[in-house]
């Protein structure tokens, strides 16, 4: 039930935020548009989500952190993080707000595209996100190697004390993120078609 549950949950978000699909990620600049929060109806539950993503310059989605509170049907408050699939599953992730002694929250569910980890969603665990400057989220990936991400929580209080950004904002904020990582790509095809060049000219 609680796998199910979850997935349900995942599902939902994924709706919130359609436009980005989390996979594998090498380490590189990571974008984002910051904290915000988006409400939506599904079926007769509603769920309001404050969320922040952090996403590489190819599109790829390497972290996603949801608070999300579930009201109607389904009555739920989870505090989620997702990270990309080929995980170590027993060390779970490890949450670290500024200088505090790491939390692990152990992995609710693995799916072909990402692993998402789960804990309840509280009045504690907000103040103390309201209250720092940054978090970094650490996994462990399939060959045993830790991948940390940091995560800024300025604009966390704002979003999540604030109203839902409506929907055609948030379908402005996805457009807004994909032309720059758009522009990014097609710097970067430029720089290196430049640097072939180059090593052509040398070479002969």
């Known amino acids: 039930m609680l796998k199910h549950r979850s997935i349900y949950l995942y599902s939902s978000l994924a709706i919130l935020t359609a436009g980005f699909a989390p996979a594998i990620s090498s380490a590189q600049e990571l974008n984002s548009q910051g904290w915000f929060k988006a409400c939506s109806d599904q079926g007769k539950s ?3 989500n404050v ?6 310059s190819t ?5 996603s952190i ?3 509170e579930i ?10 993080v997702t990270v990309p699939t080929d995980r170590r599953v027993p060390p779970g992730i490890e949450i670290t707000i500024d200088e505090k002694t790491p939390t692990k929250i152990p992995y609710t569910f693995c799916t072909g595209a990402i692993c998402a980890a789960e ?13 720092g400057s940054k978090m970094e989220i650490a996994s462990v990936n399939f060959s045993g190697q830790k991948t940390p991400i940091s995560v800024t929580l300025e604009g966390f209080p704002e979003a999540y004390d604030g109203p839902p950004i409506k929907q055609e904002e948030l379908r402005a904020k996805q457009e807004e993120l994909q032309k720059q990582l758009s522009d990014k790509a097609k710097t970067l095809a430029e720089k290196l078609q ?7 000219e040398s070479s002969n």
């Open 194 to 200: 430049e640097a072939q060049d180059k090593a052509k």
């Open 59 to 63: 599109g790829q989605v390497v972290a």
């Open 71 to 80: 009201t109607g049907e389904v009555e739920r408050q989870v505090f989620q």
């Open 66 to 68: 949801n608070l999300a």
């Open 119 to 131: 804990t309840k969603l509280d009045a504690k665990l907000v103040a103390v996100l309201k209250g």
């Open 51 to 56: 969320q922040y993503q952090a996403v590489a």
């Open 46 to 48: 509603k769920i309001c």
